[in-house]
């Protein structure tokens, strides 16, 4: 089992950037592959970025291609996602997940068996 912790949201100009980090605890941490989703209000929650569990290798969602960088540090236990040229679009609450069993590029959260409690980014105009 993996818990899941988020941090690094906040509020930010249009431009700007932000580093969200994932702690996690368990020790299979290493085993899982770990990804990053947000939720917009009256949206349905959608992938962002996802990456493999020795970190070798990264899948996004061809709107954060350029702008979002996933990594992972499995000695620490954290998963981070630079974010930068935040745009408004980019508003939501931010979770990551950890996936045992499927591929980085399932992009459905149903595969994904844990989840942390999120964080608010907000991009302003």
């Known amino acids: 089992q993996v818990q899941l912790v988020e941090s690094g949201g906040g509020l930010v100009q249009a431009g700007g950037s932000l580093r969200l980090s994932c702690a996690a605890a368990g020790r299979t941490f290493n085993m899982y592959s770990m990804g990053w989703f947000r939720q917009a209000p009256g949206k349905e929650r959608e992938f962002v970025a996802a990456?493999?569990?020795?970190?070798?290798?990264?899948y996004y969602t061809d709107s954060v291609k350029g702008r979002f960088t996933i990594s992972r540090d499995n000695a620490k236990k954290t998963v981070d996602l630079q974010m930068n040229s935040l745009k408004p679009e980019d508003t939501a609450v931010y979770y990551c997940?950890?996936?045992?069993?499927?591929?980085?590029?399932?992009?459905?959260?149903?595969?994904?068996?844990?989840w942390g409690q999120g964080t608010q980014v907000t991009v302003s105009s």
């Open positions: 990456i493999n569990w020795g970190g070798g290798t990264a």
């Open positions: 997940a950890a996936n045992l069993r499927y591929s980085i590029y399932f992009r459905s959260p149903d595969r994904y068996d844990y």
